[in-house]
C-alpha cells in the first residue's frame, strides 16, 4: 500500500468517524440545541465570573505582599542606615583616642594615607 493510499483511507475514516459521532451526538443528546446552548452559555458566565473573582483575590494578595515588602524594606534600610552611623561614630571616637598630640582629628573623616616604606 502506498503512503498516499494509506493517508486517504486515514482522512476517509476520521471523515466517516466524525460524521457518525455527531449524528450520535444529537439523536441521543439529553436536552434540545436549544437547551444545551443555553447552559453552555450559563456555565461560561459563571466559570467567567468565578476567574474575575480570583483574579481580584490574587491581586489584593499581591498588592498587600508587595505593601508589606516596602515596609520591611524601609525598616531595614533605617536599621542599616542606623548602624552605618553608630560604627562611623565608633571610628572617629576611636581615631580620637588614639591620635598623637597636634595629629588631626577624624571629625570630617579624612583619615592620614598610611605611610609607604622607602626603597
Do not use: C
Not at 22 to 35: I, T
Not at 36 to 58: F, K, N
Amino acid at each position: 500500500m502506498s503512503k498516499l493510499h494509506e493517508t486517504y483511507v486515514f482522512f476517509k475514516g476520521l471523515l466517516w468517524g466524525g460524521a457518525i459521532g455527531l449524528g450520535a451526538g444529537l439523536l441521543l443528546a439529553p436536552a434540545s440545541g436549544e437547551k444545551t446552548l443555553q447552559r453552555l452559555r450559563e456555565r461560561s458566565s459563571e466559570v467567567a465570573d468565578q476567574a474575575q473573582l480570583r483574579a481580584e483575590q490574587a491581586l489584593a494578595r499581591a498588592e498587600a505582599l508587595q505593601a508589606r515588602a516596602q515596609e520591611a524594606l524601609a525598616a531595614n534600610a533605617e536599621r542599616v542606615s542606623r548602624t552605618a552611623e553608630a560604627a562611623r561614630r565608633s571610628v572617629i571616637e576611636t581615631w580620637q583616642q588614639e591620635a598623637p598630640h597636634g595629629a588631626p582629628t577624624a571629625a570630617g573623616l579624612e583619615f592620614p594615607r598610611p605611610e609607604r616604606a622607602s626603597r
